[in-house]
């Protein structure tokens, strides 16, 4: 069974348009993550939640909400797509905010 | 605020040589520091992990750690690099932030080449 799921794997999309990425852990983890790794690795954290509450929020546009409708479940919402969204985007999990996180597999993004 | 900076975005090394991939990191606060590794088109996978225990830690693939707190460092080290070690790795550090909840933060990463 996979430990943290996101869904699509990949995903096309023009300019302007709203997609939503999916995850999901099985792990029984209190907080999820997402991070943005872009053409050159970097790996920046987006928003932290914990038991479905937002801990981090870091300086992301606010097209982008995340929502957490139980604690396996993060979802990312992205509003009018821009060129510079670009990117693989990673679900993670862990069961603290101090211990290592369960990546998912990524979702490649591209806007065209 | 912590930070994490690993030197050398690339290391290439010969197949049986020894593996030496650099982190340095800055915390005000006792830290947890951490090895990940990423293969092409997945996702991060823990290598090790340190939590103020043994300053020498063992993690998965005959990878090590040594955490140095003079020297505010945690090399990654392997003595025989293997064809299936070559992949992207990612150092992190995670303490108490401002706000005083835990926080983790990656380093660049380093991109580390075997040759045959």
């Known amino acids: 069974d996979t430990a943290v799921s996101q869904t699509p794997k990949y995903l096309v999309t023009q300019m302007g348009n709203d997609k939503s990425i999916k995850c999901e852990q099985n792990?029984?983890?209190?907080?999820m993550y997402w991070y943005k790794q872009d053409s050159k690795k970097f790996l920046k954290i987006m928003f932290s939640?914990?038991?479905?509450?937002?801990?981090i929020n870091e300086t992301v546009p606010n097209r982008f909400s995340p929502k957490s409708p139980d604690k396996a479940h993060l979802n990312l919402h992205i509003n009018s797509l821009e060129l510079g969204d670009s990117a693989v985007y990673f679900c993670?999990?862990?069961?603290?905010?101090?211990?290592?996180?369960?990546f998912g597999q990524g979702t490649r993004l591209t806007v065209v | 605020a912590q930070s994490v900076t690993q030197l050398g975005s690339h290391v290439s090394v010969s197949e049986g040589a020894l593996v030496l991939l650099r982190c340095n990191y800055s915390?005000?606060?006792?830290?947890?520091l951490f090895w990940y590794v990423q293969y092409p088109n997945q996702g991060l996978q823990l290598l090790l992990k340190?939590?103020?225990?043994?300053?020498l830690v063992k993690g998965i693939n005959g990878f090590e750690a040594e955490f140095k707190k003079s020297e505010t460092s945690f090399h990654l080290t392997k003595p025989s690099a293997h064809m299936s070690d070559a992949a992207e790795y990612f150092c992190?550090?995670?303490?108490?932030?401002?706000?005083?909840?835990?926080?983790?933060?990656f380093g660049a990463g380093t991109r580390l080449f075997v040759k045959a």
């Open positions: 993670a999990s862990s069961q603290t905010a101090n211990t290592e996180a369960f």
């Open positions: 792990l029984g983890h209190d907080t």
């Open positions: 939640y914990n038991n479905k509450e937002l801990i």
């Open positions: 915390s005000s606060v006792p830290p947890y």
């Open positions: 340190y939590t103020s225990a043994a300053t």
């Open positions: 992190a550090v995670s303490d108490r932030g401002d706000t005083g909840g835990f926080k983790t933060i």
